[in-house]
């Protein structure tokens, strides 16, 4: 919590310090030398670092709240940080937890969000959306914002019909906003989990909605669009989970309707799928696999890398390139590469949902 409040040092530069130096103890105790040969580290906020007189004892009173409200404190380096959330370079040091919901791991989950002004129409797609994902057997963890419109929407129906829902939200846990969704978040603990980056007390600003959009994406394998203007924070999520190659939905509208221009060009210039129904979630997203082909053998020169990867496909059939970062130990650019240069070589194959499959049995002797 003390690196978090350094002035002038992200998330980025904050895990390239404790990489660095290795540990957090030991930022605060290296020289001001050693901290400018850190990546993105410059002089001023290595003399933050420096400077900074912030102690472990100064964060007691947040220590006791989160003890008291039986808060969950997760730390990136920690095993029980969401892997989806771990593969965002942008994503938070830590973030606070409340509620039932004990892993992200090895879940399908998927993000819902929109206007603040939804429509009838918006709503009504949106609870329909969510009730076909609970009737499909899916059980996806629906995740939103808490805001007004199709957020709570959102929240509303999966708790309804069963499903875990997520809130992100954009301040501590010591107030909710809005204030009149407060009972609806006091559901959500007992069906799913609210999540914070932020700690209590923290200053009410516009820039924190927009940090809680990341999370939002980064933890979904997938993020839906309902209903959005030309502009809003709808659009931003969109453009956050494209960047972290996840997948993105949006709901088509009438080209007059002033809330389906942001969904509009999302499909417009290829930045998001068009969606109709949850059974395009399921073909896009791979949830349902009946084809089973007959593979044949193939004999393929693949280096040592590559081969680590087609011994993954081997034991799994089939797995998304999440997955395949965290069984090989490689970094997700690295992975997308070699799974790029494995296509060209016809030893696997890209499926819907950004899912890869061997197209044969590989000989990877």
């Known amino acids: 919590m003390a690196l978090a409040q350094i002035p002038g040092l992200g998330p980025v530069n904050a895990k390239n310090l404790?990489?660095?130096?290795g540990g957090i103890k030991e930022i605060f105790n290296t020289s001001e030398k050693k901290l400018l040969k850190t990546p993105g580290i410059g002089k001023i906020t290595a003399r933050s670092i420096i400077q900074s007189k912030q102690l472990p004892e100064?964060?007691?009173?947040?220590?006791?709240?989160?003890?008291?409200?039986?808060?969950?404190?997760?730390?990136?380096?920690d095993n029980d940080y969401p892997f989806l959330l771990k593969q965002c370079p942008d994503a938070p040091l830590f973030f606070f937890k409340k509620g039932t919901i004990s892993s992200f791991d090895n879940r399908k989950i998927i993000s819902v969000v929109g206007t603040r002004n939804a429509t009838q129409r918006g709503k009504e797609i949106c609870k329909n959306l969510i009730k076909e994902l609970s009737e499909s057997?899916?059980?996806?963890?629906?995740?939103?914002?808490?805001?007004?419109?199709?957020?709570?929407c959102a929240h509303k129906a999966a708790l309804k019909y069963g499903l875990e829902t997520v809130s992100v939200l954009a301040h501590g846990f010591d107030r909710i906003y809005p204030a009149k969704h407060k009972n609806t978040a006091s559901e959500i603990t007992?069906?799913?989990?609210?999540?914070?980056?932020?700690?209590?007390?923290?200053?009410?600003?516009?820039?924190?909605?927009?940090?809680?959009?990341?999370?939002?994406?980064?933890?979904?394998?997938?993020?839906?669009?309902?209903?959005?203007?030309?502009?809003?924070?709808?659009?931003?999520?969109?453009?956050?989970?494209?960047?972290?190659?996840?997948?993105?939905?949006?709901?088509?509208?009438?080209?007059?309707?002033?809330?389906?221009?942001?969904?509009?060009?999302?499909?417009?210039?290829?930045?998001a799928f068009l969606l109709q129904s949850a059974k395009d979630i399921e073909y896009i997203l791979n949830?349902?696999?009946?084809?089973?082909?007959?593979?044949?053998?193939?004999?393929?020169?693949?280096?040592?890398?590559?081969?680590?990867?087609?011994?993954?496909?081997?034991?799994?059939?089939?797995?998304?390139?999440?997955?395949?970062c965290k069984e090989s130990g490689f970094n997700s650019a690295k992975t997308s590469a070699l799974l790029l240069e494995m296509e060209f070589k016809n030893a696997v194959r890209c499926l819907p949902g950004k899912v890869f499959e061997l197209t044969g049995n590989i000989n990877i002797k």
Do not use: M
């Open 18 to 21: 404790i990489s660095y130096c």
């Open 58 to 77: 100064d964060f007691t009173d947040e220590i006791k709240f989160i003890t008291k409200n039986n808060i969950q404190f997760h730390f990136y380096l």
């Open 137 to 152: 057997g899916h059980n996806p963890i629906i995740i939103s914002g808490l805001a007004f419109g199709i957020d709570i």
């Open 190 to 271: 007992k069906q799913g989990a609210l999540i914070t980056e932020f700690t209590k007390g923290s200053k009410f600003e516009r820039q924190n909605f927009l940090r809680r959009n990341r999370i939002i994406a980064g933890l979904s394998h997938a993020s839906i669009i309902i209903e959005s203007a030309a502009k809003g924070g709808s659009l931003v999520t969109a453009d956050i989970a494209n960047s972290y190659n996840r997948d993105v939905f949006a709901v088509p509208g009438r080209l007059d309707d002033k809330y389906s221009e942001g969904t509009n060009w999302l499909i417009k210039i290829h930045k």
């Open 287 to 324: 949830w349902e696999q009946n084809i089973n082909p007959k593979q044949q053998v193939l004999f393929v020169e693949l280096s040592e890398d590559e081969k680590k990867i087609a011994e993954i496909l081997q034991t799994n059939s089939k797995a998304v390139i999440d997955y395949i």
